[in-house]
């Protein structure tokens, strides 16, 4: 029976999401409320990006002050214990 309503729920959730996206995108009032929505989905995608490249920022020093800090303690590991290999690199 827990299948049954998940299924359910799946199909009407997609019925949902198909129908806006019908509207938005096969209709006239649709087509002119994503002309004045995209220029503010632009502009939140920017502020994602700038967002993300302050975080690298931040995580570049940490990562930078940690290392000075193990050279000064003289616990400096080889490498990173997470990226076991010389070659893999961080994915961020």
């Given at each position: 029976m827990r299948d049954n309503s998940q299924a359910a729920l799946a199909t009407i959730a997609?019925?949902?999401i198909g129908g806006f996206a019908g509207y938005l995108f096969f209709t006239e009032r649709g087509r002119e409320w994503r002309r004045q929505f995209e220029p503010a989905l632009d502009d939140w995608a920017r502020?994602?990006?700038s967002s993300?490249?302050?975080i690298e920022k931040a995580a570049g020093v940490a990562r930078e002050s940690w290392r000075l800090l193990n050279d000064a303690a003289g616990t400096r590991q080889a490498h990173d214990a997470r990226y076991p290999s010389v070659?893999?690199?961080s994915p961020f």
């Open positions: 997609g019925a949902v502020e994602l990006n993300r490249l302050a070659n893999q690199t």
